[in-house]
């Protein structure tokens, strides 16, 4: 290890003197990977160079986009992410309306969260200069003030498998952070930083405004990036570094190179300790990239366990990162909007510097935007019209992992006062919105960021762990295991997901996912009375006094479909000469009642006592005791509501 480091310091010096082929050999994917591993749609190239002090920067962007769309294409449209960040554009007045993770519902505009990406020239190699051409299209809605999405009008179409390229320069004001994008004090998170072009799918261009809770969606390729800017930054990148050349005015240019991916991002910060590391996979050895604030190193080696344990168990789950590097940014105090969130290769975490280890919230964000690397960045879905197939099946996964890793019901906190994990925060998360809108809406159309957030990550979670209860925990992990092989770098749709898993699981379930992903059904068995009655009663001979064993009873329990979710349900009861009956109860019509006759009675019922059914809204309905303990239970119930609440506010802020 001493040998290798010497020799990267070497080659770093020489890297400073300018003799930047030297680091030309490391490549952006293992060894093992054969390239391309995508279609390589696009491929950029861009130039860009950064001016700290005002936070903007100024690029040329080079992009070839190959028309693989199958037919001649003349119009083609752009998103300008950067230019949400405006007082009258369609995220800020959604997010006024509804709000987002980062500005709060009704918040006043401030200046310094302005944000900009313009076209200075738009030039098509072989068509000339076209920046005349650019017009600002609103596919999503009728709001001529968002300049989020521009189109550009040929003068001659492209046609199929012909390449076109595009030369752009272009300059960005970045706000102050904001949804994952900006700068704080001297840390800057570049994200969506760069005029993108859309995707063709479905047979149609799918370029969405940038809209207040959605994420984003492109093509993959190959990024050239050069980043110019003072040489005491340290950046980290999409992809891997291979070169720097130190330049005469103070300035230093950094050279990036990533490979099957469909966006760019990058951070640089004077102030930032670099830590690294590595982890051998199936794959291969994959290098740890760290970017930490000073004050946050005791956070260092939980980012890292919490990393490395859960690239195994991906690895070992779904499949193998392909990638040669991670990178992981700590994002400094105050700069909270660029945590927890996923570029490709690239993640943005969180922590304190008082964050005590019983809760575990560097581990759940290291986890949740790894996992990203999967459910985004190669198993690459639209986040604008199915957020949940990213963020749900995300956090699905987050929940294995974490529960594998840190303990079930304690992955969240663990501590000796109390202890939370994520399957109650999902539930907490989404009691509240459970009947608003369906898993399967467009990301912009939920009524608010709640519902949003309670559908999209926390409903689809409970909606995979209670198909654990009907397929089987294997097999929910085999089918994201064939969906993974079968839709990595490629942009498969809703239904592509849940036919996966009805191939696997060798059933249709198309009864349950109309109700638990296309609709809005709430799913709500409840226990409506029980008892036991002796069955002499009208024996006017029979003895007075009950005598146990001997007396006989008639038990009945009425089992009621209180929701309009259909779904087959198990029925526990239990008697007081220890014996225990099971009954399985289809759930289709609204109520089911069952009798025992026998010489005990009946001391409780209990539907789903397995405790499998996470949708189950109402949960303390589910059971009827003939003793009474209810009280109790409920005002621990309510400590732990609390709780579980706290925690959904801070799952509500992951991206
Ligand atoms: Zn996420």
């Given at each position: 290890m001493k040998y290798v480091r010497e020799f990267l310091l070497f080659a770093a010096v020489f890297c400073l003197a300018g003799v930047f082929p030297l680091l030309a050999q490391i490549s952006p994917l293992l060894p093992s990977q054969k390239a391309p591993l995508s279609d390589r749609v696009v491929a950029y190239q861009i130039d860009a160079n950064y001016h700290p002090k005002n936070h903007s920067l100024d690029a040329q962007e080079t992009l070839t986009w190959t028309n693989y769309t199958g037919q001649p294409q003349d119009r083609l449209p752009f998103h300008l992410y950067l230019n949400a960040f405006q007082p009258k554009s369609t995220f800020m007045r959604e997010a006024y309306e509804g709000g987002n993770r980062d500005v709060p519902v009704g918040a006043k505009w401030k200046d310094?969260?302005?944000g900009e990406d313009v076209i200075k020239s738009f030039e098509v190699v072989g068509m000339g200069d076209l920046t005349g051409k650019l017009r600002f299209i609103h596919p999503d809605d009728d709001n001529a003030r968002d300049q989020t999405v521009v189109e550009v009008q040929l003068p001659r179409p492209v046609a199929p498998k012909e390449k076109v390229t595009f030369k752009i320069?272009?300059?960005?004001?970045?706000?102050?952070?904001?949804?994952?994008?900006?700068?704080?004090?001297?840390?800057?998170?570049?994200?969506?930083?760069?005029?993108?072009?859309?995707?063709?799918?479905?047979?149609?261009?799918n370029c969405h405004q940038y809209h207040a809770t959605t994420e984003f969606f492109a093509d993959f390729g190959t990024f050239d990036v050069k980043v110019t800017l003072p040489a005491n930054f340290n950046v980290g990148a999409?992809?891997?570094?291979?070169?720097?050349?130190?330049?005469?005015?103070?300035?230093?240019?950094?050279?990036?190179?990533?490979?099957?991916?469909?966006?760019?991002?990058?951070?640089?910060?004077?102030?930032?300790?670099?830590?690294?590391?590595?982890?051998?996979?199936?794959?291969?050895?994959?290098?740890?990239?760290?970017?930490?604030q000073p004050g946050h190193m005791a956070s260092a080696p939980r980012y890292l366990d919490a990393l490395k344990g859960t690239m195994k168990k991906f690895d070992e789950w779904i499949g193998p990162y392909p990638y040669s590097q991670i990178t992981v940014v700590d994002p400094p105090h105050g700069g909270n909007a660029a945590g927890g969130m996923e570029y490709p290769t690239f993640i943005t975490a969180d922590t304190t510097w008082w964050m005590i280890d019983g809760l575990k919230v560097p581990e759940l964000v290291v986890e949740h935007e790894f996992g990203h690397q999967y459910w985004y960045a190669m198993v690459a879905t639209n986040e604008f019209e199915d957020a949940w197939l990213d963020e749900g099946i995300n956090s699905y996964t987050e929940c294995k992992i974490m529960d594998a890793?840190?303990?079930?019901?304690v992955d969240f906190m663990n501590t000796r006062v109390a202890t939370a994990g994520e399957r109650g925060t999902a539930r907490a998360r989404y009691i509240g919105v459970a009947e608003l809108d369906p898993m399967t809406r467009r990301g912009w159309q939920f009524l608010d960021f709640n519902s949003y957030g309670g559908i999209t990550y926390s409903k689809t979670t409970l909606v995979l762990l209670t198909l654990e209860h009907i397929i089987g925990e294997q097999k929910v992990r085999e089918a994201q295991h064939v969906y993974f092989e079968r839709y990595r770098f490629k942009h498969p749709t809703a239904d592509d997901f849940m036919n996966t898993v009805n191939e696997v699981a060798g059933q249709n379930l198309d009864w349950y996912w109309?109700?638990?992903?296309?609709?809005?059904?709430?799913?709500?068995?409840?226990?409506?009375?029980?008892?036991?009655e002796r069955a002499d009663w009208a024996n006017k001979?029979?003895?007075?006094?009950?005598?146990?064993?001997?007396?006989?009873y008639i038990s009945s329990v009425v089992v009621h479909r209180r929701g309009d979710f259909i779904f087959p349900v198990t029925l526990e009861v239990k008697f007081d000469n220890g014996e225990t009956i099971r009954e399985y109860w289809d759930g289709q019509d609204r109520w089911q009642r069952y009798t025992?006759?026998?010489?005990?009675?009946?001391?409780?019922?209990e539907i789903d006592p397995d405790h499998a059914i996470l949708l189950d809204r109402d949960r303390f309905n589910n059971s009827w005791l003939s003793y009474p303990d209810r009280p109790a239970t409920r005002k621990i119930a309510g400590y732990w509501m609390l709780l579980t609440q706290w925690f959904a506010q801070l799952l509500a802020w992951l991206a």
């Amino acid at each position: 290890m001493k040998y290798v480091r010497e020799f990267l310091l070497f080659a770093a010096v020489f890297c400073l003197a300018g003799v930047f082929p030297l680091l030309a050999q490391i490549s952006p994917l293992l060894p093992s990977q054969k390239a391309p591993l995508s279609d390589r749609v696009v491929a950029y190239q861009i130039d860009a160079n950064y001016h700290p002090k005002n936070h903007s920067l100024d690029a040329q962007e080079t992009l070839t986009w190959t028309n693989y769309t199958g037919q001649p294409q003349d119009r083609l449209p752009f998103h300008l992410y950067l230019n949400a960040f405006q007082p009258k554009s369609t995220f800020m007045r959604e997010a006024y309306e509804g709000g987002n993770r980062d500005v709060p519902v009704g918040a006043k505009w401030k200046d310094k969260k302005f944000g900009e990406d313009v076209i200075k020239s738009f030039e098509v190699v072989g068509m000339g200069d076209l920046t005349g051409k650019l017009r600002f299209i609103h596919p999503d809605d009728d709001n001529a003030r968002d300049q989020t999405v521009v189109e550009v009008q040929l003068p001659r179409p492209v046609a199929p498998k012909e390449k076109v390229t595009f030369k752009i320069t272009f300059h960005d004001q970045f706000p102050e952070v904001v949804a994952r994008s900006g700068y704080k004090r001297d840390f800057l998170l570049a994200g969506q930083w760069f005029p993108k072009i859309g995707v063709w799918w479905k047979n149609t261009w799918n370029c969405h405004q940038y809209h207040a809770t959605t994420e984003f969606f492109a093509d993959f390729g190959t990024f050239d990036v050069k980043v110019t800017l003072p040489a005491n930054f340290n950046v980290g990148a999409t992809g891997v570094q291979t070169g720097e050349t130190a330049n005469a005015d103070g300035t230093k240019t950094l050279v990036f190179r990533a490979e099957d991916v469909h966006d760019f991002a990058w951070t640089a910060d004077p102030t930032t300790k670099i830590v690294e590391d590595a982890v051998t996979i199936s794959s291969g050895t994959v290098k740890l990239r760290l970017l930490m604030q000073p004050g946050h190193m005791a956070s260092a080696p939980r980012y890292l366990d919490a990393l490395k344990g859960t690239m195994k168990k991906f690895d070992e789950w779904i499949g193998p990162y392909p990638y040669s590097q991670i990178t992981v940014v700590d994002p400094p105090h105050g700069g909270n909007a660029a945590g927890g969130m996923e570029y490709p290769t690239f993640i943005t975490a969180d922590t304190t510097w008082w964050m005590i280890d019983g809760l575990k919230v560097p581990e759940l964000v290291v986890e949740h935007e790894f996992g990203h690397q999967y459910w985004y960045a190669m198993v690459a879905t639209n986040e604008f019209e199915d957020a949940w197939l990213d963020e749900g099946i995300n956090s699905y996964t987050e929940c294995k992992i974490m529960d594998a890793l840190y303990g079930r019901d304690v992955d969240f906190m663990n501590t000796r006062v109390a202890t939370a994990g994520e399957r109650g925060t999902a539930r907490a998360r989404y009691i509240g919105v459970a009947e608003l809108d369906p898993m399967t809406r467009r990301g912009w159309q939920f009524l608010d960021f709640n519902s949003y957030g309670g559908i999209t990550y926390s409903k689809t979670t409970l909606v995979l762990l209670t198909l654990e209860h009907i397929i089987g925990e294997q097999k929910v992990r085999e089918a994201q295991h064939v969906y993974f092989e079968r839709y990595r770098f490629k942009h498969p749709t809703a239904d592509d997901f849940m036919n996966t898993v009805n191939e696997v699981a060798g059933q249709n379930l198309d009864w349950y996912w109309n109700q638990a992903a296309r609709g809005t059904q709430v799913l709500d068995y409840r226990i409506l009375s029980a008892g036991s009655e002796r069955a002499d009663w009208a024996n006017k001979n029979a003895p007075k006094k009950e005598k146990k064993g001997e007396t006989e009873y008639i038990s009945s329990v009425v089992v009621h479909r209180r929701g309009d979710f259909i779904f087959p349900v198990t029925l526990e009861v239990k008697f007081d000469n220890g014996e225990t009956i099971r009954e399985y109860w289809d759930g289709q019509d609204r109520w089911q009642r069952y009798t025992w006759q026998k010489k005990a009675k009946l001391l409780s019922a209990e539907i789903d006592p397995d405790h499998a059914i996470l949708l189950d809204r109402d949960r303390f309905n589910n059971s009827w005791l003939s003793y009474p303990d209810r009280p109790a239970t409920r005002k621990i119930a309510g400590y732990w509501m609390l709780l579980t609440q706290w925690f959904a506010q801070l799952l509500a802020w992951l991206a």
